[in-house]
């Protein structure tokens, strides 16, 4: 079975600072991996995806994740903090099989950026 | 494209009473998949309709149960609501060769 652990529940980083947000995976087949930010009362809105393609993986609103086999992780991370990054960001795993695409999210980890 | 659509946005039940919320998928797509959201959680799968048939089903009680349409759009049925079901409740909606799913921004249902 899949699933993704997300280290730290709450990040405060400094406008212009570095972003890293941590996600380790578990998965008997090679997975699919996600990085979703969800803004206050929101829906869920897809950042990047891995699909067994290039290692790095950019996204939107200048983040990228690099996939490690070898650590199971998939880190988000982001150059220079923008306080619009505010927001939480949820790291998910796809359970495929038979053409499903049922995604296992972590618990989510909360951005802060200060000013 | 209007995206994945949800209704309604808020919702305020009693204890007991029985809801229903909506969703229209993305243009093009035939899946959708049905997440509660509880306050300070990730979202947890509740089920997944293709072709008007529940293909995967999460760990929720039958109280849940859902119903998608032959064009695409779907509702989710929770019975005997407990104050524990107030959630967001997330549809999303894939095609059948794109692991992208897109997200409807939610109902918010409220158990009192």
């Known amino acids: 079975a899949q699933s993704v652990t997300q280290l730290g529940s709450h990040v405060s980083v400094s406008e212009g600072a570095l972003v890293l947000l941590r996600c380790n995976y578990s998965?008997?087949?090679?997975?699919?991996l996600f990085w979703y930010v969800q803004y206050p009362n929101q829906g869920l809105q897809l950042l990047l995806k891995?699909?067994?393609?290039?290692?790095l993986v950019k996204g939107i609103n200048g983040f990228e994740a690099e996939f490690k086999k070898s650590e199971t992780s998939f880190h988000l991370t982001k150059p220079s903090a923008h306080m619009s990054d505010a927001a939480e960001y949820f790291c998910?795993?796809?359970?495929?099989?038979?053409?499903?695409?049922?995604?296992?999210f972590g618990k989510g980890t909360k951005l802060s950026v200060i000013p | 494209d209007a995206g994945v659509t949800q209704s309604p946005t808020h919702l305020i039940k009693t204890r007991g009473q029985q809801v229903t919320l909506r969703c229209s998928p993305k243009?093009?797509?035939?899946?959708v998949s049905w997440y509660q959201q509880a306050l300070g959680q990730g979202p947890q799968f509740i089920f997944q309709y293709y072709e008007e048939e529940e293909r995967q089903r999460g760990n929720f009680p039958d109280r849940f149960s859902g119903h998608q349409f032959p064009n695409y759009s779907s509702e989710l049925n929770v019975n005997a609501l407990l104050l524990g079901d107030s959630a967001l409740y997330l549809c999303a909606s894939n095609g059948r060769v794109n692991t992208e799913a897109f997200f409807g921004q939610g109902t918010r249902l409220t158990v009192v």
């Open positions: 998965s008997s087949v090679p997975p699919y």
């Open positions: 243009s093009g797509h035939d899946t």
């Open positions: 891995y699909t067994s393609a290039a290692t």
């Open positions: 998910a795993v796809i359970r495929s099989g038979a053409g499903s695409y049922q995604l296992t």
